[in-house]
């Protein structure tokens, strides 16, 4: 295989480039690579990525890339999921960073640590919930305005939002206020081919 994509199969993050590649028929081999276990700190691993972290995407000439977003890029560039339009491409990445610095800290840590880890939510911390909640509350605002992030058709940006909302649940967060954001969750599963998230059984 040409590329090589490192991730788990449980994370939103590493799920994203995946989706990307299967989207556009980039050929890959699926490397599962649990952090949970320790697989991000070997010697092996940590040649690839200092950082320790998954995803990361090798290249048949021996290049890596790393993050998420990153990857997902490079992947789809010249495709249809980057709008051609220069402000459109823009508010993509807008969502982009945003994802990284107002959802998935507080929607992925809760997940991880109520579905995965089996914490007790009184012991988290309630700044999680709160600002899980008003992420969720500033995608329903947009999806009231158009059916995707950015528009009329699908681009990264609901690839990279739909990878932890859609598992929303398994952090404690009902998806029953958010009638546009559950409504997009189908739109976008049935663009990847998925099978509906979590968040199914909200309705």
């Not at 989706?19 to 490397?31: D, N, Q, S």
């Not at 220069?86 to 945003?98: D, G, I, P």
């Not at 997940?111 to 939510?121: E, M, S, T, V």
């Amino acid at each position: 295989m040409a590329l090589k994509l490192y991730g788990s199969s449980n994370s939103g993050n590493c799920l994203k480039p995946r989706w990307v590649a299967e989207r556009l028929g980039v050929p890959f081999e699926w490397i599962e690579t649990d952090s949970f276990t320790g697989a991000t700190r070997t010697p092996a691993f940590l040649a690839l990525n200092p950082a320790g972290q998954v995803p990361v995407a090798q290249f048949e000439d021996g290049r890596v890339l790393a993050q998420s977003n990153a990857i997902m890029a490079y992947l789809a560039e010249g495709s249809s999921l980057i709008p051609d339009d220069a402000f459109a491409r823009a508010k993509m990445f807008e969502w982009l960073f945003w994802e990284q610095y107002s959802h998935e800290p507080y929607i992925a840590v809760r997940i991880a640590r109520l579905f995965y880890l089996k914490h007790r939510p009184e012991d988290l911390d309630p700044a999680l919930e709160t600002r899980g909640h008003a992420a969720l509350a500033r995608m329903e605002q947009q999806l009231t305005q158009s059916p995707y992030l950015v528009g009329e058709a699908l681009t990264l940006a609901d690839i990279a939002l739909a990878a932890y909302t859609r598992n929303a649940p398994r952090g404690g967060f009902g998806l029953e206020s958010y009638p546009g954001v559950r409504a997009w969750l189908y739109r976008v599963e049935s663009d990847l081919g998925l099978e509906n998230g979590a968040h199914a059984g909200n309705g």
